[in-house]
């Protein structure tokens, strides 16, 4: 490991301490950023969707401003509006303008599909600083995870509409699976072209329609792939792979630009389509991971209150294995979600 990595890995441990000492202390900061699954609603039925859970109604326009609202108040810095695809909702307009309006940075995630140039233009009104679009290989491929011969054409388009009549950082994000993995390079040079402010590169969730579908996990020769793709890959896109897997072991201080650890309860969480809060939106929304309902309280009340699991760092102590791991201080247990299928440690997986 890098000296200079050395060193990003105590500022990490040194925050995790110093908002540990806020905990014992009764305190507690705003999350960073706050996730809203805005909808269920989606316009493609890809195979390695994550979308799982008893989802009562939507929220109304009314119902997610207030609760801007009350981010904005609270002092949360970042809104990111996922789905489902965001961009189905009618008031998907008004709801990211409003909060932009309330000094939150607001992104969102979608498939393009939807986004022409009438769309792309009326994004532009609204003050969005992000926006990422799915890209899950090259055409084929993509049209064949994505179930629609006019997925990947559309995403394209939606990318250099976007770039043509927005201010916002424009970003792509694939899902790597047996299905895709060897489409990376041509897709790098896909996305290189279109200039594109950063790639960011996951892998399956166990979730949702993926969660009993071996057929899209990697093995661990794929895995060493990936991981030594984006190692490869620096020094000709800006690539960042998803915190699913927050530690990699030897790989860690080469894949990464800084060291990760999952962000739940103590940075971010997310707000699920009726209302309901979690930790964050690969988790499904299911009665396990419901932190608190905004319909009968506050934001803050739940978040002050909540989200103890992941402050006291439970996982570690509970799991018997974690507990002995020499690892623990720097993997934390790994991702929540993956533990789904018990694919979360990193040793397992490489
Ligand atoms: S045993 Fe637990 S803490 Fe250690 S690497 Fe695996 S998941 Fe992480
Ligand atoms: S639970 Fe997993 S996917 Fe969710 S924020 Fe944590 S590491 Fe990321």
Redesign the pocket.
């Known amino acids: 490991m890098s000296f200079y990595y050395s060193l990003l890995r105590l500022r990490q441990k040194s925050f995790l301490e110093s908002i540990d000492l806020l905990y014992a202390h009764g305190k507690v900061n705003p999350p960073n950023t706050v996730v809203w699954d805005s909808t269920k609603k989606c316009n493609l039925d890809c195979i390695h969707c994550g979308s799982e859970g008893n989802y009562g109604g939507e929220l109304s326009t009314e119902e997610i401003k207030s609760i801007i609202d009350q981010l904005s108040s609270f002092g949360v810095e970042h809104f990111q509006i996922t789905g489902g695809e965001p961009t189905l909702r009618t008031d998907f307009i008004d709801i990211s303008t409003y909060a932009g309006k309330r000094g939150l940075k607001t992104s969102f995630a979608s498939n393009g599909y939807s986004i022409d140039e009438d769309k792309a233009k009326s994004i532009s009104k609204a003050d969005v600083s992000l926006i990422q679009i799915s890209i899950d290989g090259t055409e084929g491929i993509h049209n064949s995870i994505r179930k629609n011969p006019e997925s990947f054409e559309r995403a394209i388009n939606a990318i250099n509409l976007l770039k043509k009549h927005t201010n916002a950082k424009i970003t792509a994000s694939t899902i790597v699976m047996p299905q895709n993995i060897k489409s990376l390079p041509e897709l790098k040079s896909i996305l290189k072209s279109l200039k594109i402010s950063f790639w960011n590169i996951g892998t399956v ?1 166990p979730v949702g329609k993926a969660k009993n579908n071996q057929s899209l996990f990697l093995s661990g020769e794929q895995f060493r792939y990936l991981l030594q793709f984006i190692i490869d890959s620096r020094k000709d896109i800006r690539v960042e792979l ?5 530690y990699l072991l030897r790989y860690d201080a080469s894949v990464r630009k800084s060291p ?5 309860g103590i940075l ?1 969480c997310c707000i699920g389509t009726d209302g309901h809060v979690r ?5 499904p929304d299911t009665s396990f991971y419901r932190e608190g309902d905004l319909k009968t309280e506050t934001f803050e009340d739940i978040w002050r209150a909540r989200f103890q699991r992941y402050r006291t760092r439970q996982i570690i102590k509970e799991d018997e294995k974690c507990s002995s791991c020499d690892n623990k201080a720097d993997c934390f247990g ?5 533990r789904e299928r018990d694919l979360h440690c990193i040793f397992d997986v490489l």
């Open positions: 969730m998803g915190e699913n897997y927050p990760k650890f999952c962000p739940v971010y930790g964050c939106p690969d988790q790994g991702c929540w979600v993956m």
